[in-house]
């Protein structure tokens, strides 16, 4: 029964399960519903606008907010999932589309060639008796890459590989999206050098870009450690004997196999070589999707190639490969489109209006935990973090300084609100296809992780306390 299962597992490549799409389109789609009731009762608002030195467009502070006339049609709404396509800002939203076919085609090739089982298999045969060293330095290295370079959706890639590693480990597939995707998230929101929150952020706070490291620094590692204990305790939990894990699987090498795995690995470490080094060099930092998505198809051709397969099987099984991802697509028109309705019902600016006036009656040291709760609030609607920062920076900074506290601890409290919830709330599409990839059920996923979560809200909000008390 147990082979049975395995050879299913092995011939599902990257499909995405019909439980845990309907799961999701489900819950968007209440989602969906719900805010189109709210804009029934959200009068509709807008702050004025300029365009800073850089040609992006903030609020303007001085010419405040007014009340407009809200609403969407009906028919706007129900279509929202396809007008998000042409709204303003769709280029990133078309990008992840074309990123996530490109991956599943290339992910599809590697699983039917059997490259990735062998590659499983060899890791698993050398490294099984460290695995839980394993686990940290995965999971530390993910954290890097969200924290450092500002990597999430460029990671979803690496999911499906850390999932089935985990199991060929003895462990299920919470433990390889915990190791990677929720890590990734982590790292994210410590953000010590990420440039897309922290960065923008610290931009448009009028801060030296990445000033104030030491704090973040301090929260990485912290937060580092809460993860580790988690994800531990769960492995513990759910691991099998090492002797049960590599029964019957003595690895035996491959010529051919070798050749590709040689040569994926090659491509793949340049290819992160590559988007480590935008750290100095940050005209690669727009790209750095683009460079994951090339890199990607050309590891994948080159090594099903070098595994003796022809052109003609790895473009067949590349088209069923980006068939298969089909579904995540629906998934990402259908979370965006939340957003265009509050952008177009004109309720989005009304909402934070009315987080700035109450931020207003509030004693000051709660001020700095208010910021962080319309950060998380406000993530729900609009997943990317500097077009967040866009909208937020040049309204929360003026409240936070009226108590006394700096820009640069409004910066940390952003950094938080925007990132953790990233690999929770069901809005953040980069979040629905790594579960889908991983097969793990989104109602699953809030169930295990939610303590996690929970625990991070209290360490991160004391470390803000402890930011406000030091005068970070």
Not at 93 to 103: D, E, P, Q
Not at 396 to 406: C, E, H, K
């Amino acid at each position: 029964m147990e082979k049975k299962n395995e050879m299913k597992k092995e011939k599902k490549g990257l499909n995405i399960s019909t439980k845990s799409f309907i799961t999701a389109i489900v819950v968007i789609f209440v989602l969906m519903v719900l805010t189109y009731i709210l804009t029934f009762f959200i009068p509709g608002g807008e702050y004025a606008r300029v365009t800073d030195a850089s040609g992006n467009t903030v609020i303007d502070t001085e010419a405040g907010f007014s009340y407009i006339e809200g609403g969407i049609p009906f028919w706007k709404w129900i279509l929202s999932p396809i007008l998000v396509l042409g709204a303003e800002g769709s280029g990133s939203l078309i990008a992840v589309i074309v990123f996530l076919l490109v991956i599943g085609g290339v992910f599809n090739s590697l699983e039917k060639c059997n490259l990735m089982k062998y590659m499983l298999d060899r890791i698993t045969s050398r490294f099984g008796e460290k695995r839980y060293q394993l686990l940290g330095v995965i999971t530390l290295f993910f954290m890097a890459l969200g924290s450092f370079i500002g990597s999430f959706e460029e990671c979803i890639p690496l999911v499906p590989i850390v999932v089935a590693l985990a199991v060929s480990l003895g462990w299920d597939a919470l433990t390889g999206v915990g190791m990677s995707l929720l890590a990734v998230g982590c790292g994210f929101a410590a953000g010590v050098c990420n440039p897309f929150t922290v960065g923008v952020a610290q931009e448009l706070a009028g801060l030296p870009m990445f000033s104030g490291i030491w704090f973040r620094a301090l929260c990485f590692v912290l937060i580092y450690v809460l993860l580790m204990i988690f994800l531990r305790f769960h492995a513990r939990k759910v691991e099998r004997p090492l002797n049960e894990v590599s029964a019957g699987k003595e690895f035996v090498r491959d010529r051919a196999m070798d050749r590709g795995l040689t040569c994926f690995v090659i491509i793949l470490c340049a290819g992160i070589l590559l988007i480590l080094s935008s750290i100095v060099i940050t005209a690669l930092q727009d790209y750095t999707m683009i460079i994951v998505a090339v890199m990607f198809l050309v590891a994948g051709i080159a090594s099903v190639l070098l595994c003796g397969k022809s052109f003609r099987w790895l473009a067949i099984s590349f088209w069923n490969g980006l068939v298969s991802v089909l579904p995540a697509v629906l998934m990402i028109l259908m979370a965006n489109s939340i957003k265009y309705t509050l952008v177009e019902a004109d309720i989005l600016d009304t909402i934070l209006h009315g987080a700035v006036v109450m931020a207003g009656t509030l004693p000051g040291w709660v001020v700095i935990l208010f910021i962080y709760l319309v950060v998380l609030v406000m993530n729900f609607f609009i997943p990317s973090g500097s077009a967040k920062a866009f909208l937020l920076m040049p309204l929360i900074v003026p409240v936070a300084q009226v108590f006394g506290i700096s820009a640069q601890l409004c910066v940390v409290a952003y950094a938080f609100g925007d990132g953790f919830s990233n690999v929770f709330y069901p809005t953040n599409p980069v979040l629905l296809i790594g579960l889908g990839l991983a097969d793990v059920n989104y109602g699953t996923w809030v169930k295990w992780s939610w303590k996690f979560q929970a625990a991070n809200l209290v360490l991160t909000s004391l470390l803000l306390l402890f930011g406000m008390m030091i005068a970070i």
